[in-house]
């Protein structure tokens, strides 16, 4: 069954991959010598935290897309799902061992470590996403058994208690991995069961928010959960642009532990929960300025694999262009722009060739 394309999806999608391209790349500035406290500095805190959500919102949209396909067979559901995925996951992790194969994280490849470094950790630690979407999707026929073999005893209520169980789950490894008690990058960035929450939420979206929409309707729990979120975010960028606290020379703020933080869990789950009524509402529209961040989210999976390599080429690569970008902070915001515009044209024009190329085979076709 093939859905009708939600373009409020495109558009969140788009928001994000940009945000996770700014969290890379303007994040990069935050430990550049000499930059602290500096212009280009606040912009990639600043990018670097707002945008946290990216993932947990990329996971939930992942469930939100699969609860609503009726696919004939596991099998068949599997091999849509992990086909697109691994093909262009391979030819990514290819594509870093031709170019790149003095990378630190390359030269740590080896055979004892090869699969969990692949499947698991990634073979560049952003790709960590890839993993968990493996994890969920490989997860998720049997998420939705456990459902269905338990609607009988506990009626429409089993959804919300399989919600709450996975949620204190998704806070209790949390705090133990930002205590220190598990491995951060072991235990939260790439284990499903750390983000096993936002995925069930999608996949069971509309049965989680439906009782809350008849009661309160959009506008009061959407406003509710958003001030919250800028709440949570406030007092984070407090911490994070207050030197006593983050550190006046080095960086006191785990910023590479965002997933785990208390606060930062706590904004994630509001602003997952708000795009969960936005995409539940099926009156809720976007302004149309923010149209062109559809065009993105077609592509996401697409700029997410290869927008690393992008910028090692047209940025990384040139102290240069780097130093511009430290003069000028707003040159950060136009590189993200541009990896993700040329990301997207270049996969466009590849499925224009494949369209032109099999109409043609079939027109010659007798």
């Known amino acids: 069954m093939r859905l009708r394309r939600d373009h409020r999806l495109d558009i969140i999608k788009g928001i994000c991959i940009l945000g996770v391209v700014g969290i890379h790349f303007a994040g990069?500035?935050?430990?550049?010598?000499?930059?602290?406290?500096e212009p280009a500095f606040y912009l990639g805190v600043l990018w670097n935290q707002i945008f946290t959500f990216a993932v947990p919102v990329f996971l939930f949209i992942t469930g939100f897309l699969i609860g609503k396909y009726n696919h004939s067979s596991t099998a068949t559901f599997y091999s849509s799902r992990l086909t697109r995925i691994l093909s262009q996951y391979f030819l990514a992790c290819l594509a870093w061992w031709i170019l790149f194969p003095q990378a630190p994280f390359i030269q740590d490849l080896t055979w004892d470590n090869f699969f969990v470094r692949l499947f698991y950790l990634g073979i560049h630690g952003t790709y960590f996403f890839v993993s968990v979407l493996l994890?969920?999707?490989?997860?998720?026929?049997?998420?939705?058994w456990s459902v269905n073999s338990t609607s009988k005893k506990l009626g429409n209520y089993?959804?919300?208690?399989?919600?709450?169980?996975?949620?204190?789950?998704?806070l209790l490894i949390g705090n133990a991995c930002f205590k220190g008690d598990l491995n951060y990058?072991?235990?939260?960035?790439?284990?499903?069961l750390f983000w096993l929450f936002f995925f069930f939420f999608g996949l069971y979206a509309e049965r989680l928010v439906a009782p809350i929409y008849a009661y309160l309707g959009f506008k009061i729990p959407?406003?509710?959960?958003?001030?919250?979120a800028i709440a949570c975010q406030a007092y984070n960028l407090y911490?994070?642009?207050?030197?006593?606290?983050?550190?006046?020379?080095?960086?006191l703020i785990p910023f590479d532990s965002a997933y785990s933080r208390p606060i930062m869990i706590a904004y994630d789950l509001s602003i997952v929960s708000c795009i969960a009524l936005v995409v539940t509402c099926t009156q809720f529209n976007f302004p149309r300025w923010l149209h062109f961040f559809s065009?993105?989210?077609?592509?996401?999976?697409?700029i997410y694999l290869w927008h690393l390599i992008f910028l090692q080429y047209i940025a990384w690569e040139h102290p240069h262009i780097l130093q511009f970008c430290e003069r000028h902070p707003v040159m950060i915001i136009v590189i993200c722009l541009i990896t993700c515009i040329a990301i997207s044209l270049i996969r466009y024009a590849y499925d224009l060739i494949i369209s032109f190329t099999k109409k043609t085979i079939l027109f010659h076709t007798p």
């Open 185 to 192: 990058y072991y235990f939260c960035r790439p284990f499903s």
């Open 28 to 37: 990069s500035f935050v430990g550049r010598e000499g930059q602290r406290w």
């Open 222 to 228: 959407f406003i509710t959960l958003l001030l919250f």
């Open 158 to 170: 089993n959804v919300f208690i399989f919600a709450a169980f996975l949620l204190i789950l998704h």
């Open 295 to 302: 065009y993105f989210g077609k592509y996401s999976y697409e």
């Open 135 to 144: 994890q969920l999707i490989l997860l998720a026929p049997l998420i939705r």
């Open 239 to 251: 911490k994070c642009f207050t030197p006593e606290i983050a550190g006046v020379d080095v960086n």
